[in-house]
């Protein structure tokens, strides 16, 4: 199954007016004069209107597609080239036809409408049954009106599109429109702030619709990369259907049902036999004392001799043995092999379905609605205890979960017995920063550095220098550096197997001034910190703040003295945290004889904070900035 969606009976609708249709190439003196978003004044485009309006005809779904989109800003004219993905497969599921397009510039008091020829609309294949429509619009300016309309046939009536009234772009109306049939019942549910609290609904004789209006992007802001999870949206899932006059079916009425019929995939292409991989993997050493040591040994067998491919989803696209063959899979399809393996050891092992974050859903629906779910973790009791694990990661430990499927509750898979159950991944992922700063004869500061990060912390940086070396670039390049300073020396050290922590080890030489005489030295020992700088800039936020998982950071800067002076002045002890207590900030300095000790140390207690609470957590940060940047003052020593 391709597709997914949600509840709500649609007889809860309450009835408003609907918007007037717009007519195609036909524009008002406001989409004329239109020159700036009001709610988003950087946007180099705005999508005017938007209207999808979905029938059914016998046993085929059609939705009729209107955009028109004005182009504000040069960065915008790249926007002229526009592509509709749409998916054909074998039996050509989806269909796209009747595609009309025009652009529209206003100079000079006059109007110049240019409609896009047919050379210029074009079918692509893609791959794995995807295609695309193209169309390149010509003549597109700061001020264009680009408008088209499309239809798509739909042969898949069990998960249907619905609709998505955002774009990475903002969005003065959206509308959607949808007409239902007596013989098909769904169930539907929307989702998104406006959706729930301003958006006009209707409902009359089978038709409901909904119009949204002044909507902001979808776009990427700082930890927050799972937006699209928070998109106004409305789905549709096909609930039951009438067999004859008095005869209905139902569909995916319970989670056991939809268990059941995930698991009979999994069963046809052979997952549960173990024939397959006992042939496969004969000579693998999975032998221990424990259960623990026996999964172990699976899982890096499966890391260390099977490849991951780019397929993501819940249901295999190879059999077993195609799989066992090729050597190279999809995480699931490796999730699923390490499963069996386990299976015929005498471990008990279940898949647990699971929405990531990104896939379009902030929350688990509580309905048995298959496309809440695209991927795979698997939970194994291992002597007594329960282990979630996951093949996502190539280079990821065993007993590690991808950090996208750090969700609240999944779907775990029994036969028979299929429900939803809680996801807790517990984990005390932390970084240390140990460092000594001293001043050569030169005036340079030699500074000579300690990271040991744990857990998530460590397995990021083991990430990130993996890939670094793939493509032949300098480690260092973990952290930001100033270009001026010298890399003396940088190495990571990967003991995510063995400890769950990587050490990172460097020296670098930061040039000093000219003049070796000074009166004063100033000295920030913490510029390379995660928080020197505010990663909370913009005014406003459109979304959550999501850090990813809770973790702490802890610097200790050792700063001799130099020679010929002495301390004047230093940043002093401070504890704040954040009102609900989602972050805390402690720095402490320590004065010595002939050296200062720095230490900070910034915890994230809670790792989603909810949008309302930006501005606090922006003032809190950029306190948590200033105090990491404050220097440390050195006097030069006056001869008496």
Not at 178 to 205: D, F, H, V, W
Not at 277 to 301: N, P, R
Not at 394 to 414: E, Q, R
Not at 597 to 605: P, T
């Amino acid at each position: 199954m391709k597709k997914i969606l949600f509840l709500l009976f649609l007889s809860g609708l309450h009835i408003t007016s609907y918007a007037q249709k717009e007519k195609f190439g036909k524009y008002n003196a406001n989409e004329m004069a239109y020159s700036e978003v009001d709610f988003e004044p950087d946007a180099d485009a705005v999508m005017l209107f938007e209207e999808g309006v979905s029938k059914f005809y016998g046993d085929v779904f059609e939705t009729s597609y209107h955009f028109r989109m004005k182009v504000l800003k040069e960065s915008g004219i790249s926007r002229g080239d526009v592509t509709i993905p749409f998916y054909s497969g074998d039996n050509r599921t989806e269909e796209i036809s009747s595609v009309k397009a025009l652009i529209t510039n206003f100079e000079g008091g006059q109007t110049q409408t240019i409609k896009v020829e047919k050379d210029q609309i074009f079918e692509v294949e893609v791959a794995n049954g995807w295609k695309e429509v193209r169309i390149t619009f010509p003549n597109v300016k700061v001020g264009s009106i680009i408008e088209y309309t499309y239809k798509k046939t739909d042969k898949n009536i069990t998960m249907l599109d619905g609709w998505t009234f955002q774009n990475d772009i903002p969005t003065i109306m959206s509308t959607y429109s949808i007409t239902m049939i007596p013989q098909l019942e769904y169930k539907m549910i929307g989702q998104g702030e406006k959706y729930n609290t301003t958006s006009e609904k209707t409902a009359s004789n089978g038709t409901y619709s909904w119009t949204l209006r002044k909507l902001n992007s979808l776009k990427a802001e700082p930890y927050m990369k799972n937006f699209a999870d928070y998109r106004e949206r409305v789905e549709f899932q096909l609930s039951r259907y009438q067999k004859t006059l008095t005869e209905w079916e139902d569909v995916l009425q319970n989670w056991v049902v939809l268990g059941n019929e995930v698991l009979k995939d999994y069963d046809e292409k052979g997952y549960f036999r173990t024939a397959p991989l006992d042939k496969a993997t004969v000579g693998a050493d999975f032998e221990g004392s424990t259960e623990l040591e026996k999964a172990q040994k699976a899982y890096y067998y499966i890391q260390e001799n099977f490849q991951i491919n780019e397929e993501r989803g819940f249901f295999p696209d190879q059999w077993i043995n195609q799989l066992m063959k090729s050597k190279i899979g999809s995480p699931l399809e490796l999730d699923l092999a390490l499963m069996g393996i386990l299976t015929s050891l005498g471990i008990e092992c279940h898949p647990i379905l699971v929405g990531s974050k990104g896939s379009g859903r902030s929350d688990l629906v509580p309905f048995p609605f298959i496309n809440q779910f695209n991927s795979m973790v698997l939970l194994a009791k291992l002597d007594g205890n329960e282990y979630l694990l996951d093949l996502e990661d190539p280079i990821a430990p065993f007993g590690y979960v991808d950090l996208d499927k750090h969700v609240k509750a999944g779907l775990l898979l029994i036969k028979d017995n299929s429900q939803l159950v809680p996801i807790s991944i517990p984990h005390n992922s932390n970084s240390i920063f140990i460092s000594q700063l001293k001043f050569d004869e030169a005036n340079n500061l030699m500074v000579e550095g300690n990271l040991r990060q744990s857990y998530y912390e460590g397995l990021v940086t083991a990430q990130r220098s993996h890939d670094l070396e793939k493509s032949n670039r300098p480690l260092y390049e973990l952290f930001t550096l100033d270009p001026n300073w010298e890399v003396v020396d940088f190495e990571v050290e990967d003991k995510m197997k063995e400890s769950n922590y990587t050490t990172t080890n460097y020296k670098l030489r930061i040039p000093g001034p000219e003049s070796d005489n000074l009166d004063l030295i100033m000295l920030s020992p913490f510029k390379i910190a995660t928080f020197s700088k505010n990663p909370f800039t913009q005014d406003f936020r459109i979304f959550p703040v999501d850090f990813g998982f809770a973790f702490s950071e802890t610097y200790t800067a050792l700063v001799e003295i130099p020679s010929g002076y002495e301390l004047d002045d230093y940043p002093l002890k401070e504890s704040i945290t954040m009102e609900n207590g989602e972050v805390v900030f402690q720095y402490n300095p320590i004065i010595m004889n002939d050296k200062v000790q720095i230490s900070a140390k910034v915890e994230i207690r809670k790792p989603k904070i909810d949008v309302r609470q930006y501005g606090n957590l922006k003032y809190f940060m950029e306190s948590i900035a200033t105090k990491m940047n404050a220097p440390i003052v050195f006097k030069k020593v006056v001869d008496p």
